[in-house]
C-alpha cells in the first residue's frame, strides 16, 4: 500500500488517466479535505480525493484514485446498482434523521419505545438504512473491480504493485461489509421487539 509508484504519478494523475481512459471528459477531479474524504459525488460528477491521496505517488494513491473514478465509470455506464442506491439518498437521508432523533424521545415517555407505531417507525428506518448499505457492497466491490482490471491492463500496477492495490482496496471493502451487517443487525434487534410486541397484544 505504501510502496512507491514505479510511474511516480500522483492520485490526482492516475485519476485523470483512467477517467480519459474511459472517454470521461465531464468529471472533474478535486482535492478533497480531510483524511479519508475520498469519494465520487454523481450529482455534481466530481471526483473527490483527500490531499494525501491526491498528492500521494504510492500504489495506495494509485488504487484508491483509481477505485473513485470507477464509481464515474458506473455512473457513465448507467450502472444499476449505482442508480439505485443515488435514488435511494432521500430516502436514507429521512431515515437517519429519524435514527437520531426518535430514541432521545424515548427518554421523556415511558413505554414510548415498546409502541407498535414507533417501533414500526423505527424498522422501517433502520430496514432502508441496512437495504442501502447492502446495495453499497455490490457497488464498491465493482469499483474495485473496474480499478484493478484497469491498472493491470494499463500496466501502471503491475507485480507487487498490482498485489498491493489489490490489499489496500481488500480493506478498504472490508470498512462496508462491516457497517453492512451491522446496519442489518440493528434493523432485526428492531425487527424482533416489534413481533414481541405484536405478541405481547
Known amino acids: 500500500g505504501a510502496q512507491p509508484l514505479s510511474s511516480g504519478l500522483s492520485g490526482a494523475e492516475v485519476a485523470q488517466r483512467m477517467l480519459r481512459h474511459y472517454g470521461i471528459y465531464d468529471v472533474q477531479i478535486v482535492a478533497g479535505h ?5 469519494h465520487y459525488n454523481p450529482m455534481t460528477k466530481t471526483v473527490s480525493l483527500s490531499p494525501e491521496i491526491y498528492q500521494g505517488r504510492s500504489v495506495m494513491a494509485a488504487a484508491v484514485a483509481a477505485h473513485e473514478c470507477g464509481h464515474a465509470v458506473q455512473h457513465n455506464v448507467g450502472y444499476s446498482m449505482l442508480q439505485f442506491r443515488s ?6 437521508q429521512v431515515a437517519t434523521t429519524v435514527q437520531q432523533y426518535l430514541p432521545f424521545l424515548a427518554f421523556g415517555f ?15 428506518a433502520f430496514g432502508a438504512t441496512a437495504l442501502f448499505s447492502t446495495v453499497t457492497l455490490p457497488v ?5 473491480h473496474r ?15 498490482y498485489e498491493g492495490a ?14 453492512a451487517l451491522s446496519s442489518i443487525a440493528v434493523f432485526l434487534f428492531f425487527l424482533l421487539r416489534l413481533l414481541a410486541s405484536q405478541r405481547d397484544e
Open 34 to 38: 480531510g483524511f479519508l474524504s475520498d
Open 87 to 92: 435514488a435511494m439518498v432521500p430516502v436514507v
Open 110 to 124: 415511558a413505554g414510548f419505545m415498546n409502541s407498535p407505531i414507533v417501533l414500526l417507525i423505527l424498522v422501517l
Open 140 to 144: 464498491e466491490f465493482d469499483a474495485s
Open 147 to 161: 480499478a484493478l482490471v484497469w491498472l493491470d491492463q494499463t500496466g501502471f500496477a503491475k507485480g507487487a504493485e
Open 166 to 179: 489489490k490489499d489496500a482496496l481488500k480493506w478498504a471493502a472490508m470498512t462496508y461489509l462491516v457497517a
